[in-house]
C-alpha cells in the first residue's frame, strides 16, 4: 500500500479541501513524453529508435524530469504511429532489440530517470497472430470471440451491422468477407479486443508483468476508458451517442463502470512489486468522472487533458486549475499542454483567439490550410508557451512535457499530403491529422536532419527547425530549453506540498500563492501590471521596469 498523509489544500479563498498527499514521487513526478520514431536516430534509417533515446540520455538528465513515458515501440506496420502492435512483449526490428531496451533502461536509471511504457489494451494490430487466426478460423470460431465480431445486415451481411463511426472517421466495421464485421474504434487496422474474453485479459496481465519484470516502473494505459463495450442490439443510433462526455457511464463505447474492473485486476500486480508499478490512464471522460481512475484502487493517475484544450485566457485556466486541484482530493492531478495527439502549444497561442471556436479547432483548421490562414504570430505562441509552462510547473500534482514543448517547436503545417502517415489524414477529409507534431527533433543547427540521425528523418523537417535545435538553445541563456530547465530546478525546491490558494487580482491577472509563500502570477491583459515587492526567483520574459508585461509569468516570493 502507497503512504499518505494528509495536509489541507486551499483551493478557493471559501473552499477547503482535505487532501491525500502521497510520499510517493509519482504524485508530482516531472514525466517527459518520447514519441520513439521522432526523437534520435542512432543508424540514420530515418527513425528514432531505442539507442538513439540512450545517447539522449544525458540531456534529458540535464533537463531535469523524473520519467520518460515511452509512446509504444513495439513491432508495428505503423498503420497509427505504432499504436497498432503485432507483439504486446516485444521491440519493433527497426527501434532496436531487448537488448536495446534493458541498455536504455540501465542507462536511464543509471540518471535517477524512471521509465513508463505505453500499454494498449483496446486492440491489437490487424497483422497480431490472434487477428490473422480469427480471419482464418471463420464465422463463429473461438478465435473470433477474442475480437468484436458481429454479423452484418442485407442478405449476404454486406452492409455494416450499424452507423458507428471510427474515431478516425468512417465506419468502424471492417468487412471480414464472409458477412461478418469487426469492430475498430480507431483504423481499421486496429480491431477492438473482446475484454469479457479470459484469454484477453490473461494476456494483458502477462504483458504488463513482462515489462515490469523488466525493469519498468510504470505504464501508460491508452484508451482507458474504452476497453469495455455493450454492443448488444438494438444499437442507439451514432448520433444519438456521438457525443462520448458522459456524466454517468451510460455510454455504449466509452467510460463504462465495469471497465474499473480491469484496473482493479492490474492493481493487485502493480502492488506486487516493490515499490509498487506506477499507471497512468488516458482516459478522455467528462471531468467529473476522471478522479475514478486516478484512483488508488484504479489506476492511481489519469490525465488531465482540460489545459491542453483550455485557450489562452485567465478565466479557462482558473477554471481548469480548480477542477485538477479538486481531483486531488481524493485522488491525484496531472496537467499537460500538450502530447503526440494535438497541434503543439505554441502554435495553438500564436493563432488568434476566436470566441465561438476553441484553440485546437482553429489549429486544425490552419493544418487544413497547410498553415495558410489564420496568420500564426510565432513571437507571441512562444510567448505564451514561455508563461503557460510556468502555470503549469507551478501547480501541485504530477506534470506531463510532450518531446520538443521544452524547444519551444511549432507545428510543421506545410507537410505534404504525400509524406503524411497518420491514418486520420487519409480516413478523413476534415483533419490533416497529427504528423505536424510528430516531426523528428531538431538536435543542432547543421546536418541532413539537423542531428536527429545522420540522414534525412521520417517526415521531412522545415528549414526553420535549425533555429530551434538543441544546440543554438543551448548557448542562449534566454531560450525555452533554459527556461525550462531552470523552471524544473526551481519547482523541486520551492514547491514541496500541496498547497495553493488563490490570491485577489484583476480579472486579467492569475495569481495563485504556493509553499512557502511563493507566488506565481501571470498577466494574460495587454498593458503591463504592478508586482507585488519581493524577490524574483523566475520569469518567463523580460520585466517592463519591474511590472509584469503581457502574456508573462512570475515566480516571486512577495515581502
Ligand atoms: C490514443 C493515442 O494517444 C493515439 O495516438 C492513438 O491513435 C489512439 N489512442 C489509438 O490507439
Ligand atoms: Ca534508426
Keep these: 500500500m502507497r503512504h499518505t498523509r494528509w495536509v489541507t489544500t486551499t483551493i478557493d479563498q471559501d473552499h477547503q479541501a482535505r487532501t491525500a498527499v502521497s510520499t510517493d514521487l509519482w504524485r508530482t513526478a516531472v514525466v517527459y513524453q518520447i514519441y520513439p520514431r521522432s526523437f534520435a536516430d542512432s543508424n540514420g534509417d530515418g527513425i528514432g529508435d531505442l539507442p538513439g533515446i540512450t545517447s539522449r540520455v544525458p540531456y534529458l538528465r540535464s533537463l531535469g524530469v523524473d520519467a520518460v513515458w515511452l509512446s509504444p515501440f513495439y513491432p508495428s506496420a505503423l498503420a497509427d504511429g505504432g499504436y497498432d502492435v503485432d507483439d504486446h512483449r516485444n521491440v519493433d526490428p527497426r527501434l532496436g532489440t531487448l537488448g536495446d531496451f534493458d541498455a536504455m533502461i540501465t542507462a536511464l536509471h543509471g540518471a535517477d530517470i524512471k521509465v513508463i511504457v505505453d500499454i494498449v489494451p483496446n486492440h491489437t494490430s490487424n497483422r497480431h497472430p490472434w487477428f490473422r487466426e480469427a480471419l482464418t478460423a471463420g464465422r463463429g470460431a473461438p478465435q473470433r470471440d477474442r475480437y468484436l465480431f458481429r454479423n452484418g445486415l442485407g442478405p449476404r451481411g454486406e452492409q455494416p451491422p450499424n452507423d458507428w463511426e471510427s474515431m478516425f472517421g468512417g465506419s468502424a466495421w471492417a468487412p471480414a468477407g464472409d458477412g461478418q464485421w469487426y469492430f475498430h474504434c480507431f483504423a481499421a487496422e486496429q480491431p477492438d479486443l473482446n475484454w469479457e474474453n479470459d484469454e484477453v485479459r490473461e494476456d ?78 488516458e482516459a478522455s471522460v467528462h471531468p ?59 502554435t495553438r497561442y500564436g493563432l488568434p483567439l476566436e470566441e465561438d471556436r476553441p484553440a485546437q479547432q482553429v489549429a486544425r483548421q490552419w493544418l487544413l490550410a497547410d498553415g495558410a490562414t489564420p496568420r500564426l504570430d510565432r513571437a507571441l505562441g512562444e510567448r505564451r508557451a514561455r508563461a503557460a509552462i510556468m502555470i503549469l510547473l507551478a501547480l501541485p500534482g504530477s506534470a506531463y512535457i510532450y518531446q520538443g514543448e521544452e524547444l519551444g517547436l511549432q507545428e510543421v503545417a506545410d507537410l505534404p499530403r504525400e509524406v503524411l502517415e497518420d491514418p486520420m489524414a487519409s480516413r478523413t477529409t476534415k483533419e490533416k491529422g497529427r504528423d505536424g507534431c510528430r516531426v523528428p527533433l531538431p538536435w543542432s543547427a547543421d546536418g541532413p536532419s539537423y542531428g536527429f540521425g545522420q540522414h534525412v528523418g521520417h517526415l521531412p523537417q522545415p528549414e526553420w527547425f535549425a533555429a530551434y535545435a538543441v544546440d543554438v538553445q543551448e548557448a542562449d541563456p534566454g531560450s525555452m530549453l533554459n527556461l525550462y530547465r531552470r523552471a524544473l530546478a526551481l519547482r523541486r525546491e520551492l514547491f514541496v506540498s500541496d498547497d495553493l490558494h488563490w490570491v485577489e487580482s484583476e480579472s486579467s491577472v492569475l495569481h495563485f500563492a504556493r509553499p512557502g ?43
Design 204 to 281: 494483458f496481465r502477462r504483458t504488463v508483468r513482462f515489462w515490469a519484470d523488466r525493469g519498468v516502473d510504470g505504464f501508460r494505459i491508452d484508451v482507458a476508458h474504452g476497453l469495455r463495450k455493450d454492443l448488444s442490439e438494438p444499437y442507439l443510433p451514432w448520433d444519438e451517442i456521438a457525443d462520448i462526455m458522459r456524466p454517468d457511464g451510460s455510454h455504449p463505447l466509452w467510460d463504462r463502470d465495469d471497465v474499473h474492473e480491469i484496473y482493479a485486476d492490474w492493481r493487485r500486480i502493480f502492488d506486487s512489486y516493490d515499490p509498487p508499478r506506477f499507471a497512468v490512464g
Design 288 to 346: 467529473a468522472r476522471r478522479a475514478r481512475y486516478a484512483s488508488a484502487d484504479s489506476l492511481g493517475q489519469a490525465f488531465n487533458f482540460a489545459m491542453q484544450d483550455a485557450d489562452w485566457r485567465p478565466e479557462d485556466y482558473r477554471e481548469v486549475i480548480n477542477s485538477g486541484v479538486a481531483d486531488m482530493i481524493n485522488s491525484t492531478t496531472s496537467w499537460l499542454l500538450g502530447c503526440h495527439d494535438t497541434p503543439r502549444v505554441a
Design 517 to 559: 509563500g511563493v507566488r506565481c502570477i501571470t498577466n494574460f491583459g495587454p498593458a503591463p501590471v504592478a508586482l507585488p515587492v519581493g524577490e524574483i526567483l523566475l520569469s518567463s520574459g523580460q520585466l517592463d521596469q519591474s511590472r509584469l508585461p503581457s502574456d508573462t509569468t512570475v515566480w516571486m516570493r512577495a515581502r
